[in-house]
Nanobody, 116 residues
């Protein structure tokens, strides 16, 4: 059974940090491009960060460049999103996505709330 399970979300004050994890099971994620998306209330889902299968290339939304870092550990079938200097506008549900050829898998999401 293919699963992506996100963890690490929560409530954090502005300027704080969180590290999200996405554990894949039921398939080997090493061939997949892994992505983090987010969706804030009343807004469309947006791509936050992406990493290639070997981890050699990453890309970020302009709004998070310099603050977020995506990484992966293919041996653990896990991808991470380190989020620093968090802002209230980063509040959203964060989703993990795995994509390769015709396959497109999604996790259920983890809530990140940035508030004082």
């Amino acid at each position: 059974q293919v699963q992506l399970v996100e963890s690490g979300g929560g409530l954090v004050q502005p300027g704080g940090s969180l590290r999200l994890s996405c554990a894949a099971s039921g398939f080997s994620s090493s061939r997949y491009r892994m992505n983090w998306y987010r969706q804030a209330p009343g807004k469309e889902r947006e791509l936050v960060a992406t990493i290639t299968s070997a981890g050699g290339s990453t890309n970020y939304a302009d709004s998070v460049k310099g603050r977020f870092t995506i990484s992966r550990d293919n041996a653990r079938n896990t991808v991470y999103l380190q989020m620093n200097s968090l802002k209230p506008e980063d509040t959203a549900v964060y989703y993990c996505n795995a994509r390769w050829v015709m396959a497109d898998y999604w996790g259920q999401g983890t809530q990140v709330t940035v508030s004082s």
